[in-house]
Nanobody, 121 residues
Framework: QVRLVESGGALVQPGGSLRLSCAAS????????MGWYRQAPGKQRELVAA???????NYVDSVRGRFTISRDNAKNTVSLQMNSLEPDDTAVYYC???????????????WGQGTQVTVSS
C-alpha cells in the first residue's frame, strides 16, 4: 500500500505565496513522476506541474513563471512553491505519483487526499 500525504494549503491574499508539500510512503520501488493537480469548483481536475525522475518538469501555462515544482527522489517528496497567487488559483490541490511497487510491477497511480488553497482578500 502506498500513501501520499499533503500539507501546506491555506487562505492567502492575492499576490501572496504558499508552499505545498507531499510525502509518499509505503511499498515503493521507484517513482516515475510526481506532480500536482488542482480542481476548482465546477471545473475538471487539471495538471498544474509535474516532475519526472530524470528531472524534467512541466507546468500548465497559467502558472509558468509563478510556480516551481521541486522533488527529492531520496525522500520521495515533492513540493510546489506558489508565488504571486491569484484568485483563479483557488482550488483543491492534489499530489499525484506514478510509481512501481516492485522491479516487475506495472506502473501504478496514487493520489493524495487534497489540500485547499484559497486566494482571496
Amino acid at each position: 500500500q502506498v500513501r501520499l500525504v499533503e500539507s501546506g494549503g491555506a487562505l492567502v491574499q492575492p499576490g501572496g505565496s504558499l508552499r505545498l508539500s507531499c510525502a509518499a510512503s509505503g511499498s515503493i520501488f521507484s517513482i516515475n513522476t510526481m506532480g500536482w493537480y488542482r480542481q476548482a469548483p465546477g471545473k475538471q481536475r487539471e495538471l498544474v506541474a509535474a516532475s519526472t525522475s530524470g528531472g524534467r518538469t512541466n507546468y500548465v501555462d497559467s502558472v509558468r513563471g509563478r510556480f516551481t515544482i521541486s522533488r527529492d527522489n531520496a525522500k520521495n517528496t515533492v513540493s510546489l512553491q506558489m508565488n504571486s497567487l491569484e484568485p483563479d488559483d483557488t482550488a483543491v490541490y492534489y499530489c499525484n505519483a506514478k510509481l512501481y511497487t516492485s522491479y516487475t510491477s506495472r506502473l501504478y497511480e496514487y493520489w493524495g487526499q487534497g489540500t485547499q488553497v484559497t486566494v482571496s482578500s
